[in-house]
């Protein structure tokens, strides 16, 4: 009897995680360059993320990322956090660096740090925050910060998949660096998910301008002529 009534309490224990199951959201993404591009040809670096549009269960809680800092560039050049997330800058370079972001993402300046140090910050506001070094002007990445725990960051294959995603209705939502944002708004799309998902393929244009070079936190040139020393105003 004892075994019996066990045996009902987990069973009524478990009808819970059955009705809450979650799933998994597929997909690819296939990048068109242009014919005088250089860039490598590859479908990576696209963001795919699902924003609830219905009630769904409580998201996972924000928690630690890292971009490191290492033989003068950033670890990654993406990185995609959910929004409360924090992110840690550790210097594994044997010289200092000074990492800021005053864009519209969000703005910080960590300042001067030295190697083996670790400077962090809480990425709160939604949007994406272009990352520099105010010493050396090759040092690029990007975070784009998310209003959701459910997205994913494509393979150079251009394919993502999505894991432990609740039922529930979302809305699609794609970020690339070099596509413009009627070409982003044109690939939206809203998606039921009540079981395992693959989505339509999607196919993104890529702007064929390239970006001008970007400036230090003075708004000014990069003294190009000494990478290693610190700029200050007036320089």
Known sequence: MFSFRVALLVAALCLPL?????????????????????????????????????????????????????????????????????????????????????????RFDLGLYETGSTRSVKF???????????????MEAIIVTLPTSWYAVTAKSGSFSIENVPAGRYEVRVWYERASADELSRLGRTVDVEGDVTLNPMTIQEMS???????????????????????????
């Open 18 to 106: 059955v009705a809450g199951a979650q799933s998994l959201v597929t997909g690819r993404v296939e990048i068109k360059h242009p014919a005088h591009a250089k860039t490598e040809k590859d479908g990576g670096n696209v963001v795919i993320a699902l924003i609830p549009t219905s009630e769904v269960p409580i998201q996972p809680p924000a928690k630690h990322y890292r971009l490191g800092q290492r033989d003068k560039s950033f670890e990654k050049h993406l990185l995609a956090v959910p929004a409360g997330s924090i992110v840690d800058f550790p210097n594994f370079d044997p010289i200092f660096h000074n990492v800021f972001s005053l864009f519209d993402g969000q």
């Open 124 to 138: 709160a506001k939604t949007g994406v925050s272009y990352i520099f070094c105010n010493i050396h002007p090759q």
């Open 209 to 235: 301008e390239v970006p001008p070079p970007h400036k230090n936190k003075y708004g000014r040139d990069y003294d190009v002529t000494s990478p290693d020393a610190p700029y200050q105003p007036g320089q």
